[in-house]
């Protein structure tokens, strides 16, 4: 009789090797390779400005569908719209504390360093500031009657944040109202957002050669004078970001939610990278809401507070207008009181709100508002136009920064986010899977009655 042979194991399932960390290496050395061609060749540096343009022109080109989706699959799986109108209002009450917080800290920065004093101003750069004023920017009552869609389709073509929320709100309401007769719509929907996040993971293979073009065209443009002239208004923008993102927001994290900023940060560590090398916040939106998923935060929070946060949470941006409007100020000899300076940066912050979603919203949105509010200070505007586009790096990674801080907060107010998932993703036990942008496993879980009904994911 032949020997039984014992039964063998099964093989263990293979595991997905994680390829992209040579993505962002790659990343990494396009920068540095753009640098140094800004510096050798400006000229031709200049030239290869459509290599960043059209990588960024990819990635907007799936923030509608992806905002769509996510704010869908997050309103349609709870069953109380009370909920939704709870994060809603309470993410923009804090985006506009925020706002003011960035606002005041700016302004303390600003009266301390005084950058402006001592330049001249020539007829040349006079007339260049005034080239700045976007007739793109719209007065409050036009601002709001254009995040209604000329039809439902336009929203996802027009590339506004805001009219793709509307629709997707719309949605979203009415699928939660269908109750199980919506169910099939919403399993259609979340198969259409895996596939728009497949796309995106392919698009992120484009990253490298962008990041080269945009930063060999900064650096080919503007050139070293244009930011040895300019360094202690650069300086003091970073050390402010630096300050605000850090001790400000790194403090609410931690009071609020009981966590080390630095472990969120580490953990967005690619979107960062991502910014940094396209200069564009929007770049990194995507995987934004992938990730804040990912972490245990609900889509419902999720899906409303980061679209929202693009438009109304840019506290870099304030920083930015605040000191750039003091520093045009000093340059021009006429500085401004407190008394002038309030009513003023208050004026840009309602300002801010009606470009949201400009190109160059930073700049075009300053130089709007002194037209209108302060018309005298224009001419100064074309004192950071060479700069500009380093300074706008900042305000991109802050931006950034303050959405992410502002979603898990925003999920801790309203309980909408699974504590001890946050603590194992940021612990490194759950990591984020790269391939697809999406968790294969989260998205099982939240299939499951009890979580549809709450939005939530329990541990």
Request: glycine fraction near 10%; hydrophobic fraction near 55%; charge should be neutral.
């Amino acid at each position: 009789m032949a020997a039984s042979t014992p039964p063998t194991a099964p093989a263990a399932p293979r595991v997905k090797r994680d390829r992209t960390h040579y993505l962002y290496i790659a990343v990494i050395a396009a920068v540095a390779l753009g640098i140094a061609v800004g510096l050798v060749w400006p000229d031709a540096a200049v030239e290869l400005k459509p290599l960043g343009t059209g990588f960024v022109n990819l990635i907007k080109m799936m923030i509608s569908p992806i905002i769509f989706c996510t704010i869908v699959l997050g309103i349609g799986s709870v069953r109380k719209a009370a909920k939704v109108g709870a994060v809603g209002g309470i993410a923009l009450g804090y985006f506009l504390v925020m706002s003011l917080v960035a606002l005041a800290i700016g302004l303390v920065v600003g009266n301390v360093l005084h950058p402006g004093d001592g330049l001249q101003l020539t007829d040349a750069l006079k007339q260049t500031g005034h080239e700045q004023v976007s007739s793109e920017a719209l007065p409050p009552v036009d601002f709001v009657l254009s995040i209604i869609p000329t039809t439902f389709l336009s929203a996802f073509t027009q590339q506004q944040v805001l009219q793709t929320l509307l629709v997707a709100l719309l949605a979203g309401f009415a699928l939660q109202a269908m109750g199980p007769a919506g169910e099939p719509v919403l399993r259609g929907v979340e198969h259409i957002q895996r596939l728009v996040f497949r796309i995106l993971s392919m698009v992120m293979w484009a990253a490298p050669v962008g990041a080269f073009g945009a930063i060999a065209a900064v650096v080919g443009s503007a050139g070293l004078d244009a930011l040895k002239s300019l360094a202690v208004l650069m300086l003091g923008f970073y050390v402010t970001c630096f300050l605000f993102v850090f001790v400000v927001l790194g403090a609410l994290l931690r009071i609020v939610a009981g966590l080390n900023v630095f472990s969120l940060f580490t953990y967005l560590g690619r979107e960062f990278l991502l910014i940094l090398s396209t200069s564009s916040s929007e770049s990194a939106l995507p995987r934004l809401i992938a990730k804040m998923e990912h972490l245990g935060v609900s889509r419902p929070v999720v899906g409303i507070t980061v679209p929202t946060g693009y438009s109304f949470n840019l506290d870099g941006t304030m920083i930015y207008m605040t000191m750039a409007s003091l520093y045009i100020a000093d340059a021009l000899g006429t500085p401004m009181s407190i008394g002038e300076q309030i009513p003023l940066l208050l004026f840009l912050l309602l300002a801010s709100k009606g470009a949201a979603g400009v190109s160059g919203a930073g700049l075009a949105t300053l130089a709007g508002g002194l037209q209108s509010h302060k018309p005298a200070l224009v001419d100064g505007v074309g004192l950071i136009v060479g700069i500009d586009r380093f300074m706008s790096e900042a305000r991109a990674l802050t931006n950034f920064a303050g959405n992410a801080v502002a979603t898990v907060l925003v999920g801790t107010w309203t309980k909408e986010i699974d504590k001890v998932r946050v603590r194992r993703v940021l612990g490194g036990e759950l990591p984020f899977d790269e391939t697809t942008l999406l968790d294969e496993g989260r998205a099982e879980v939240t299939d499951a009655p009890a979580v549809r009904e709450e939005g939530l994911v329990k541990a």
